[in-house]
């Protein structure tokens, strides 16, 4: 007859801690792939990267293939932080029962467009062959710029999405 040796303590914590790690990134993954968040993110990143890559291209006289990869780059990170960043800005929201006033929008737009700038000075710098001094005026005319944008969109999407899908935002905060 075999005697069962016991595990020590210290394993069994150690799978506990790696089934939380796992049970942790699991739900952030749910919240990144959201239909919702990806409906959000893409509308928003596809308008602006056509104003980004027709402007930047007539003001800089710059082939289109460069300004619209700029765009596409700058898009890619931008979606990635638009998820992340309107899930949690949801959740303050939610959590202080704020609506979604002018001045609640315009923090809206500040903060996304804030965290953005740090890293898109670099791509900007490298793609459009400039200094990153330049780069960074530029972003931040461009940051400007798509405040305005952000701020105009995020209004329209609210209203769109209240009208056609009312329930939308409350099944996306659980």
Same mark, same amino acid.
């Given at each position: 007859? =075999? ?7 210290? @394993? ?11 049970? /942790?990134?699991?739900?952030? +993954?749910?919240?990144? @792939? #959201? ?7 893409? =509308?928003?990143?596809?308008? *602006? +990267? ?5 402007? *930047? #291209? ?13 765009? /596409?780059?700058?898009?890619?990170? =931008? ?5 992340? &960043?309107? $899930? %949690? ?17 315009? *923090? $809206? ?14 791509? @900007?710098? %490298? ?7 330049? !780069? &960074?005026? +530029?972003?931040?005319?461009?940051? *400007?710029?798509?405040?305005? %944008? ?6 329209? %999407?609210? $209203? @769109?999405?209240?009208? &056609?899908?009312?329930?939308?935002? !409350? !099944? =996306?905060?659980?």
């Amino acid at each position: 007859m =075999s005697k069962k040796l016991k595990e020590p303590d210290w @394993i069994n914590q150690n799978y506990k801690n790696k089934m939380h790690i796992i049970q /942790v990134i699991i739900e952030y +993954l749910k919240m990144l @792939i #959201s239909k919702r968040r990806l409906i959000h993110a893409i =509308s928003y990143e596809g308008i *602006l +990267l056509v104003i980004i890559a027709i402007a *930047l #291209s007539f003001i800089f006289d710059m082939p289109m293939e460069v300004t619209g990869t700029l765009g /596409v780059f700058m898009a890619v990170v =931008s979606v990635f932080w638009n998820m992340i &960043f309107n $899930h %949690y800005f949801e959740k303050v929201e939610h959590k202080f029962n704020w609506e979604r006033t002018v001045p609640v929008r315009i *923090l $809206h737009a500040i903060g996304f467009e804030g965290g953005l700038l740090i890293a898109t000075v670099p791509m @900007i710098a %490298y793609m459009m062959q400039m200094t990153v001094i330049d !780069a &960074f005026i +530029l972003d931040i005319g461009l940051t *400007l710029c798509i405040l305005v %944008y952000t701020f105009i969109f995020q209004w329209c %999407y609210d $209203h @769109i999405e209240d009208k &056609f899908f009312p329930n939308a935002k !409350a !099944a =996306s905060l659980h």
